[in-house]
């Protein structure tokens, strides 16, 4: 839970968020700053490597300074988006021009769906959670005689300050949704209500940052709360002494809070999960440790430790180094040098491996088909009908995109049941195909498995035709293979010629 001792929490302050808000980023706290690499790690030095007892400042400092992150999470974070996006968001045929065009940049930035969503999908998998916001320029609305005018504060008449709210006049003046994303760190308060018995927004507070000007060169970062319910949006601005005052508010002609939430992970409660995730990040957390103990022991190991009895330095120092004696009148003087069993070194190394191990398959078990037998699970494979955990955070992901469409349709007063829909790649039989093919081929050379059994397994898996002769394949190895060894043999090196002797050819005498 959130520690609030020492500090009266004031809930009449719109920048304060909800104990709940305080008590997931204790959660997410391992895993964001996993996300920013060795960097992020030694900037929270004791929290994820801890001091021994004894150890001076100084030594831990240098012991901190060697340690490198292997980020397997975010790497596996990578892959595993890279695998739902290996092939483009996929629209309708239904879908009309107006909304495929926002399809093609839903920013208003340049990005089309599949790039945006790839980065958002990611966000969902490192938290667990992600959140993006349909929001329109602020602009300011009126109906006369059920028509609709907006207010272009642009226009120097006021008599022309009013203009009909046209399809025209909205492109001309960039008046269009934008879809923003919203991680779980900006989400810092939320209210929600049952509705004709569903769970329904009623209020929730966003929290960011803009880059504005200062001087004539600088630029100075502004904090800002957005905060929208399902009629008004309002912004508050931090002032110059850290108070957060009203800067603007308007009406929010939608008449619901325009927030879509895609969970990935585990329901906790509204906006707060247990992260897919949060297992690899203690596992690569481990890792680190783990890895910062194996180079702290290569680093003594390889320093040369002296053990010397009976040798006098009562004139100086003991200098040792190439083309010097070590001289002494004592008849038992000594001068060894202690070296590390290299017991531990190897230990070390081991549990370094298992823990990479572990956390590779971490990894793939999420696009493994979640199956009990092993007859099941090659069937899963062999077909396309892939029902694994990545599948279904794809299924989410692509409902609440679907869900956003919707939503814009709502601005853009088109018939939400009538704007298309998108969907994401949910196969994932060639990656899994590549991954087997892998672990095959090692068995292979481990000599575990015969050849004919993995070419037997390529095919099956559709590696190779399957239409391919397991018996034609196996001759055309032998005749490479025969092929490579006639090669080679005209290039094999010379003898190397008995003592005495020297490689010069001997010359006939005419």
């Given at each position: 839970m959130a520690d609030n001792s020492g500090a009266e929490r004031s809930t009449s302050k719109v920048e304060t968020p909800l104990e709940a808000y305080e008590d997931f980023m204790t959660v997410l706290d391992p895993l964001d700053t996993l996300m920013q690499g060795t960097r992020g790690m030694v900037a929270k030095s004791t929290t994820y490597l801890p001091q021994e007892e004894e150890e001076e400042t100084t030594s831990y400092?240098?012991?901190?300074?060697?340690?490198k992150l292997v980020n397997f999470f975010k790497q596996t974070i990578n892959k595993l988006g890279g695998a739902v996006f290996s092939k483009p968001v996929s629209l309708s045929e239904d879908m009309p021009k107006e909304m495929e065009k926002i399809m093609e940049n839903v920013d208003n930035n340049g990005k089309d769906?599949?790039?945006?969503?790839?980065?958002?999908?990611?966000?969902?998998?490192?938290?667990?959670?992600?959140?993006?916001?349909?929001?329109?320029?602020?602009?300011n609305l009126k109906t006369v005689k059920g028509v609709t005018y907006f207010e272009d504060k642009e226009e120097t008449d006021a008599e022309k300050r009013w203009?009909?709210?046209?399809?025209?006049?909205?492109?001309?003046?960039?008046?269009?949704?934008?879809?923003?994303?919203?991680?779980?760190?900006?989400?810092?308060g939320w209210r929600t209500e049952i509705v004709q018995g569903k769970v329904t927004l009623t209020q929730i507070r966003i929290k960011e940052q803009t880059e504005e000007p200062d001087g004539d060169y600088g630029q100075r970062t502004v904090n800002r709360i957005r905060v929208f319910t399902p009629k008004t949006w309002e912004i508050w601005v931090e002032n110059e002494e850290g108070v957060y005052e009203e800067d603007s508010r308007g009406t929010n002609n939608l008449g619901y809070v325009p927030l879509v939430s895609v969970y990935l992970g585990e329901k906790v409660r509204e906006m707060v999960v247990n992260p897919p995730l949060e297992g690899l990040a203690d596992l690569n957390i481990t890792h680190w440790q783990s890895t910062s103990?194996?180079?702290?022991i290569l680093h003594y190991a390889r320093l040369v430790i002296y053990f010397g009895k009976g040798i006098d330095t009562k004139n100086g120092k003991l200098v040792i180094g190439p083309n010097r004696f070590i001289l002494s009148d004592e008849p038992e003087a000594d001068l060894k040098v202690v070296e590390h069993s290299g017991h531990s070194i190897g230990a070390g190394r081991q549990d370094i491996i298992d823990i990479e191990k572990q956390m590779?398959?971490?990894?793939?078990?999420?696009?493994?088909?979640?199956?009990?037998?092993?007859?099941?699970?090659?069937?899963?494979?062999?077909?396309?009908?892939?029902?694994?955990?990545?599948?279904?955070?794809?299924?989410?992901?692509?409902?609440?995109?679907?869900?956003?469409?919707?939503?814009?349709?709502?601005?853009?007063?088109?018939?939400r049941e009538k704007v298309g829909t998108v969907s994401l790649h949910t196969d994932f039989q060639s990656f899994l195909a590549d991954v087997?093919?892998?672990?095959?081929?090692?068995?292979?050379?481990?000599?575990?498995?015969?050849?004919?059994?993995?070419?037997?397994?390529f095919i099956r898996r559709g590696i190779l035709k399957e239409d391919s002769d397991p018996i034609e394949i196996e001759a055309m190895l032998e005749a490479e293979l025969m092929d490579e060894e006639t090669f080679t043999a005209g290039f094999e090196e010379p003898a190397t010629p008995a003592p005495g002797q020297n490689n010069r050819p001997v010359m006939e005498e005419e």
């Open positions: 400092n240098n012991r901190l300074a060697r340690t769906i599949t790039r945006w969503s790839l980065g958002v999908f990611k966000d969902a998998l490192h938290r667990g959670i992600t959140h993006f916001l349909i929001d329109y320029p602020q602009v203009k009909p709210w046209t399809k025209k006049n909205e492109e001309g003046k960039g008046l269009r949704p934008n879809w923003v994303p919203i991680q779980a760190d900006m989400l810092i103990d194996q180079r702290n590779v398959m971490f990894g793939l078990t999420m696009m493994m088909p979640k199956t009990g037998t092993a007859t099941a699970t090659e069937r899963a494979i062999d077909s396309s009908e892939n029902d694994s955990a990545l599948k279904s955070y794809a299924l989410s992901m692509e409902d609440g995109l679907n869900e956003a469409i919707k939503m814009t349709a709502d601005y853009m007063q088109m018939d087997e093919a892998k672990i095959l081929m090692e068995a292979k050379e481990k000599r575990i498995i015969p050849r004919k059994i993995v070419i037997d397994e």
